[in-house]
């Protein structure tokens, strides 16, 4: 498989009305588009361990809208993201598949609408960027070797983050993990099921300890920085995040 061959084709979306903007988006001659989740203007830095990007190529696992992407971009990385594909979609928590069938169809229309929010970002941006949809399991040889890989509030949503995380620290010599900090579970290296019967959290499957990921990467080969927690605002409201970075020894 050639390297071009492997990325998508920039998408032409030209009308607002076509996206679902996860983050709070500044576009050049669109001014500020609200996100319907995420608000990391300001706080940037904090969120991705304040590493430097110049000169970095960097692989990042779910960009959503891709502010983060930009960001990189803007700091001067070579960003490639990896986003899951039209077939796949997520990890669904195996509700009884009645009540999955509800969730399908709007969600296939709101991931559509997620991808066009990051090729419109993409465009008004003059973005170099790059996208390889498909499987963050099973990293394809193909995309080659990084300086560094962003897992930015992504592992939470993953049956397996672990092994997306051996995937990344295969390929890179520098680990950045950006989750919910939960303070409950500290000091163990534990992970939380976070579905119930009851909540029907179909697109969540874990609560994670600091630990359990600093542990990991240790096991890894790498050294990791103490977790930094920074607050985020979602929806208005703010959250506690933790962020952490390992390098390879
Ligand atoms: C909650 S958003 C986080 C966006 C961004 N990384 C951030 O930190 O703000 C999760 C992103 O990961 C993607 N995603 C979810 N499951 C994935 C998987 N199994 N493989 C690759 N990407 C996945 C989603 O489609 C979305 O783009």
Same mark, same amino acid.
């Given at each position: 498989m050639s390297d071009q061959k492997i990325f998508a084709t920039p998408q032409k979306v030209?009308?607002? @009305?076509d996206c679902y903007f996860y983050h709070t988006m500044e576009l050049p001659g669109r001014g500020v588009i609200e996100g319907? !989740?995420? !608000?990391l203007r300001g706080r940037v830095d904090e969120y991705l361990g304040n590493v430097d990007f110049a000169g970095q190529r960097v692989l990042e696992i779910g960009? @959503?809208?891709?502010f983060l992407t930009f960001e990189m971009e803007k700091r001067g990385a070579d960003v490639i993201s990896v986003e899951v594909t039209d077939e796949h979609g997520w990890d669904f928590v195996p509700y009884p598949e009645p009540r999955l069938e509800e969730v399908f169809g709007p969600r296939r229309i709101v991931m559509q609408q997620l991808k066009n929010s990051y090729w419109f970002s993409h465009a008004a941006l003059q973005s170099k960027a790059r996208v390889y949809y498909g499987d963050a399991y099973n990293l394809p040889a193909a995309l080659e070797e990084f300086d560094i890989a962003v897992m930015g509030a992504v592992l939470l949503h993953c049956r397996d983050p672990l092994r997306i995380v051996e995937q990344c620290g295969k390929r890179a010599k520098s680990l950045i993990i950006v989750d919910k900090f939960h303070p409950d579970l500290e000091g163990a290296p534990v992970c939380r099921l976070a579905p119930t019967p009851e909540n029907f959290l179909w697109h969540t499957w874990w609560h994670f300890s600091t630990r359990f990921f600093t542990q990991f990467l240790e096991v890894m080969g790498f050294t990791t920085s103490e977790a930094a927690t920074h607050q985020q605002f979602h929806r208005g409201r703010p959250h506690t995040l933790f962020t952490l970075v390992g390098r390879r020894k």
């Amino acid at each position: 498989m050639s390297d071009q061959k492997i990325f998508a084709t920039p998408q032409k979306v030209e009308d607002l @009305a076509d996206c679902y903007f996860y983050h709070t988006m500044e576009l050049p001659g669109r001014g500020v588009i609200e996100g319907q !989740d995420w !608000d990391l203007r300001g706080r940037v830095d904090e969120y991705l361990g304040n590493v430097d990007f110049a000169g970095q190529r960097v692989l990042e696992i779910g960009p @959503a809208s891709g502010f983060l992407t930009f960001e990189m971009e803007k700091r001067g990385a070579d960003v490639i993201s990896v986003e899951v594909t039209d077939e796949h979609g997520w990890d669904f928590v195996p509700y009884p598949e009645p009540r999955l069938e509800e969730v399908f169809g709007p969600r296939r229309i709101v991931m559509q609408q997620l991808k066009n929010s990051y090729w419109f970002s993409h465009a008004a941006l003059q973005s170099k960027a790059r996208v390889y949809y498909g499987d963050a399991y099973n990293l394809p040889a193909a995309l080659e070797e990084f300086d560094i890989a962003v897992m930015g509030a992504v592992l939470l949503h993953c049956r397996d983050p672990l092994r997306i995380v051996e995937q990344c620290g295969k390929r890179a010599k520098s680990l950045i993990i950006v989750d919910k900090f939960h303070p409950d579970l500290e000091g163990a290296p534990v992970c939380r099921l976070a579905p119930t019967p009851e909540n029907f959290l179909w697109h969540t499957w874990w609560h994670f300890s600091t630990r359990f990921f600093t542990q990991f990467l240790e096991v890894m080969g790498f050294t990791t920085s103490e977790a930094a927690t920074h607050q985020q605002f979602h929806r208005g409201r703010p959250h506690t995040l933790f962020t952490l970075v390992g390098r390879r020894k």
